[in-house]
Structures are given as C-alpha cells and as structure tokens.
C-alpha cells in the first residue's frame, strides 16, 4: 500500500491482517488523496489537516517529495490535535506519541510517513513487519499488478490482501497462477464515542485512538472481514496471533 498520513482504521486492519506490509513508497504521488491529508473531527465536524510539501507532483514518487522544512507547520499542527483533543478521554497516552510523529525530524515526506506507521503500529501492539518498496524492491520495467505480484513472489508470499476498493485492479486468476490467494479486506466500522451529532466512520485514527487508546482499539482493528474476488465466499477474518 501507498503510506498514508495517519490513515483510517481499515488500513491498520490490514496491517492487522497481514504478516508483513510492504510501505509503496516508490510510486507516484497522489494529488487530493491521502497521502498527505487526513480528516479529523474540529467543531463536531470533519476537516482536513495536511502535511504541507515542496515541489510535490503527480510525476514525482513519494520517496522524492520532499516536506516543508519550517517547523511552524509541525507546531501548529501539534497545537490543533492539543485543543481538538484535549477533553478526549485518551488523550494523555495518546498526544504524546502523535506530537513525537508530527516533530520527528525529516524533510522526507517517505521518511516521515513510514516512519510514523511503523511507530503507531508498535504503540497499538501490532507485530506486522514493514518492507520498504525502494529500498527492498526497487521500481523496475513492471507497472500495477504485475509488479505486485513480482513484489508477492519475491516475498514468498501465499496470500496477498487488498482493500475492498481494489477488486477492480485485479485479475485473480494471475495471482492464483504464481500460486498466490488474492483476497479482499472489507471494513465493519464499529461506533465508538465521537464528538459528533452521529457517528461519523473513516477518519483518521486519530479520532479513534483519543476514544478508546491503543488497547481497546484492537477490538476495532479486528473488525473486518476478508473475501475472495468472485464467486468465492467470504472466508472470514482470518487473523491470528
């Protein structure tokens, strides 16, 4: 998966689901997505908050964009989770560790996102191992899912889990033929408390995290369920620890 700036809950679930994660940081950029903007509730309601960038283009992968090297975009993004948060029930364990993420010290847009997954992963006790895509299996002649699934068999993988969203990138029958399982990662978002009129799912996980802390959210990060593309059934979650 592309890196995501504090992504939502069903990303994490694939971590979750998944043995190892290799972080796409080798492909191009992503304008108006999530790569460096995520959304969190200020005033009841959801509003973005963003990474601001240097030179960030659609022609450009994410490994070579560079962040806005001042650190009044840090402090004042600090200060936003301080006065959004601050009556969270949470908030004490959890500001720490996002503060510490948003002022790690790199220009490196890649840098910074892989490391504040892997550093919230350890905080809500996940064991998955992350593989850097331009370090571990840099970018060659293969684009999409064929790369995909040089990345799979390189791995060692048996199984290769998408999000839901991807079950129009993907022929299974390519994947079942390198003798990988193709599956898909469905999101049953479970309410937790909000500072909303009514629950509002797929905002960043920051949200969740000032609610219920990073041990109650492993109730949260199990909530999905994994099916086959097709006329496969739905197999379950499949997690194990």
Not at 10 to 34: H, T
Request: glycine content about 6%; hydrophobic content about 40%.
């Amino acid at each position: 998966m592309q890196p995501y700036f504090l992504p939502y809950i069903g990303y994490w679930q694939l971590m979750r689901a998944a043995e190892r994660f290799v972080i796409y940081d080798d492909v191009n950029y992503i304008k108006s997505g999530w790569i460096n903007r995520n959304r969190i509730l200020i005033n009841r309601a959801p509003a973005y908050f963003t990474l601001p960038l240097q030179q960030a283009s659609s022609n450009r992968r994410i490994c070579d964009i560079g962040l806005q090297p001042s650190e009044v975009w840090r402090d004042k993004l600090v200060k936003t989770l301080e006065l959004t948060y601050r009556q969270a029930p949470c908030f004490p364990e959890v500001f720490p560790v996002l503060a510490a993420i948003i002022r790690h010290r790199t220009d490196s847009l890649g840098e910074f996102l892989a490391h504040q997954l892997q550093t919230l992963a350890a905080f809500m006790g996940l064991a998955t191992q992350f593989i850097l895509a331009s370090k571990c299996h840099q970018k060659d002649s293969l684009d999409g899912q064929a790369r995909v699934i040089n990345i799979c068999r390189r791995e060692g993988a048996t199984v290769y889990i998408n999000p839901q969203g991807g079950q129009g990138l993907y022929d299974a029958s390519a994947f079942y033929q390198q003798g990988i399982d193709l599956r898909f990662l469905v999101m049953q978002p479970i309410p937790y408390p909000q500072a909303s009129r009514e629950f509002l799912p797929y905002l960043s996980i920051v949200d969740a995290l000032m609610a219920v802390g990073p041990v109650a959210i492993k109730t949260h990060l199990d909530a999905y369920r994994l099916i086959r593309p097709g006329l496969f059934n739905d197999i379950g979650n499949l997690h194990h620890a």
